[in-house]
C-alpha cells in the first residue's frame, strides 16, 4: 500500500515486485451469502461468498461515503458488512484516527450510518502519510509485549464501544522476523474479542515463504489461521515494480496463491483473495493508479482503441508529453472472466475482496447482487 496514491485516496498492494498500497473500506467475514442467479455461467461458486470491498480512503470525501453505502443497498444481504473507520498504529502500541478534523467529521457522520445498519469494521494500518507503510515502526511495536498488549487492550475497547463485526489488520512492510510477533498479537485479541467478531489480517500475495523483500516474510499463512486470524490476501498490483506494463491480476497467479496457502494449513473459511476493480496508467517514469471511470474517459478522450488480453483484462495506448502510456484497468467483463477461470480452486476460498470500489464499473458487482430466497 504505500508507494501510490490517487487524488487523496486510490492506492494498491500486494505483488511480485513488492509494491504496496493505501487502504480502508473493509466488509465482515460472516456465513456465506445466500446462492442464487449471477451475471456469467461458471461464475456463480466464487460470487456466493461472503463478499468484503474497499474503498480508497479511510476518510472518504462526501461522494465516496455515499457511494459506498448506495453499493451496499444495492448488495442487500450479499454485503455483509461495512466499515470506513480507521486507525494508524503509532509508537508505544497506541492507535489514533487518521485524518483531520474535517475528515474526522466525515468519518464520525459515516460510522453512525454503518452502526445504524448493525455493521462496521475497524481497519488499523501502519501507514503514514508522508512514508507509507512504515515496517520498521509496526515491528517494534510487536515486538515489545508491553506495547502489544497495550494495543490489545485499545482494540477491544474500541470494538466494545464502536460495537465492530470486526478488527482488520493492514500491517505491511515489515521485517520477516516480525511473523512471531503479528502471530501472538493476533492470537492475544482473538482470546479477548467476542467468537462472532472477526481478527482479519491483510496479507501480501506470494508462492514462497520469503520472497525477498520487505513484507511477504512477516505473514505467515499458516500460524496466522491458526491464531484465528481470517488471511485476506492481497492478490493485485500484479504488474506492478520492474516489471513491463499488464494487468492488475492474472488468474494463474491467483491460482499459484490459493494454492500455496491452503498448503500452509490455511483453512477454507480463513482463506479470502482481492480482486482489483481499478487500473493503472503506466508512463515512461512509473505507474499512477486509476479509477475505471477515469480510464474510460481517458481512452474516449485519446481516440485509443479499448483492447482485452487474453485474460480479458481492458487496456489500452495513449501518447503524452512525456512519452507512450499504456493504461489496464479493470471491469465488470474482467472481473466475471476471473470469478469463471477461478472456478477450479473455488472450494478452495472462503471470501472475495474487491479493492477500488469507489467510482468503479457498476457492473462489478452484479455477479455479487443475490436475489433473496
Sequence with gaps: MRALVLAAALAASSCRSG??????LAIRSGPSAPRGATAEPGAATLAEKRLHLWTTACEPTAAEAQ??????????HALRSIGLVCYSLGEAGLLRATGDDATSRSRSALAAAIRRRGVGTALV?????????DGARASRVLASVSARTRLVDRLVALQASERHVAIELDLESMPTAAAPDLVAMV?????RLPSDVAVV???HAKTVDDPGWQGPGAHDYGALARAGAIVRVMTYDYSIGPVPPGPTTRAGWIRDVVRYARSRGVPVDRLEIGLPAYG?????????PVRWREATALAAREGSPLLRDDGGAPHFAYQASDGLHEVWFDDGQSIARLLSDLRDVSDEIGGVAIWGAYEADPAVFEPFAHPAR
Excluded: C, I, M, W
Excluded at 19 to 24: F, S
Excluded at 187 to 191: F, I, P, V
Design 19 to 24: 509494491e504496496d498500497r493505501g487502504v480502508t
Design 67 to 76: 457511494a459506498a453505502l448506495a453499493t451496499a443497498k444495492q448488495l442487500g
Design 125 to 133: 494500518l501502519n501507514n503514514t502519510d508522508a512514508q507509507g507503510f
Design 187 to 191: 492470537s492475544a485479541l482473538r482470546l
Design 201 to 203: 489480517v491483510d496479507a
Design 280 to 288: 493503472y496508467d503506466f508512463a515512461p517514469a512509473g505507474a499512477a
